[in-house]
């Protein structure tokens, strides 16, 4: 089954329309789906609770560093 990911949009909320990038965001989020999957698997397979498990993957994202942030 194929994944349907968002539109993806510029923060002047223009499209995401090259091709070649779309491809590029499409296979990394097959890639962390495929990751978080796993993770949540392995997790459920050691007695971690999955209400604990959603939320570690939750926080994990906001977590994440935007090395282009315009200051």
């Not at 091709?19 to 296979?27: H, L, S």
Request: charged fraction near 30%.
């Amino acid at each position: 089954m194929k994944n349907e990911w968002p539109k993806w949009v510029r923060d002047d909320g223009s499209v995401v329309s090259c091709t070649e990038k779309v491809k590029v965001m499409a296979e990394n989020f097959d890639e962390l789906k495929q990751i978080a999957q796993d993770a949540m698997e392995d997790g459920l397979l050691m007695e971690v609770s999955e209400e604990q498990m959603r939320a570690a993957l939750h926080a994990l994202v906001d977590t994440l560093v935007n090395p282009y942030n315009k200051i």
